[in-house]
T-cell receptor, first 114, second 114 residues
């Protein structure tokens, strides 16, 4: 199993550009989530999904969109990038049915918005 | 609302010395509790987790953590650190109901002196 994969690893955008961060998992996990990591702030939840067709907002959803058309994929869209979105983005997944299961994290995407 | 506090932003210890990283949480009931480790440029790896039962939890790489309900704490310990333990450590709590979203602390960066 590849686990949780994220593409790209690095990205530089100009203010106002749009892009999609890709996340895929091959573990048949129902729950998938996106976090951003900023210095001194830990990881903050952006959006999450408990299954195909079901998404919900996390702690810092503004400026980001998600969709979940398949169990495997959970892309994160930046519609109009802003310098405040410069961050490292992590995707994670886990089994939903078993309580308290650990989340498995992808390697991250480092995004810089100029 | 859930919150997690890691009071120490940066800790430096000598190789072979003991280690304790502090974690305090605020939550209406006992949550699930986790410690994750992040090596430079990598994703997060689960060290250990607490669900219920024995309040002293053993994890990977020789780490352990103790849940103290009266203090709302879940401190991470290791008797003797190795240079390879240099990393950032995150405490996280997860609700026992619903989607069991994780809330992370700010992280503690560990430096090991030779």
């Amino acid at each position: 199993n590849a686990g949780v994969t994220q593409t790209p690893k690095f990205q530089v955008l100009k203010t106002g550009q749009s892009m999609t961060l890709q996340c895929a998992q091959d573990m048949n996990h129902e729950y998938m989530s996106w976090y951003r990591q900023d210095p001194g702030m830990g990881l903050r939840l952006i959006h999450y999904s408990v299954g195909a067709g079901i998404t919900d907002q996390g702690e810092v959803p503004n400026g980001y969109n998600v969709s979940r058309s398949t169990t495997e994929d959970f892309p994160l869209r930046l519609l109009s990038a802003a310098p405040s979105q410069t961050s490292v983005y992590f995707c994670a997944s886990r089994r939903l049915a078993a309580r308290g299961n650990e989340q498995f994290f992808g390697p991250g995407t480092r995004l810089t918005v100029l | 609302a859930q919150s997690v506090t890691q009071p120490d932003i940066h800790i430096t210890v000598s190789e072979g010395a003991s280690l304790e990283l502090r974690c305090n949480y605020s939550y209406g009931a006992t949550p699930y509790l986790f410690w994750y480790v992040q090596s430079p440029g990598q994703g997060l790896q689960l060290l250990l987790k607490y669900f219920s039962g024995d309040t002293l939890v053993q994890g990977i790489k020789g780490f352990e953590a103790e849940f103290k309900r009266s203090q709302s704490s879940f401190n991470l310990r290791k008797p003797s650190v190795h240079w390879s333990d240099a990393a950032e450590y995150f405490c996280a709590v997860g609700a026992r109901q619903g989607a069991q979203k994780l809330v992370f602390g700010q992280g503690t960066r560990l430096t090991i002196n030779p």
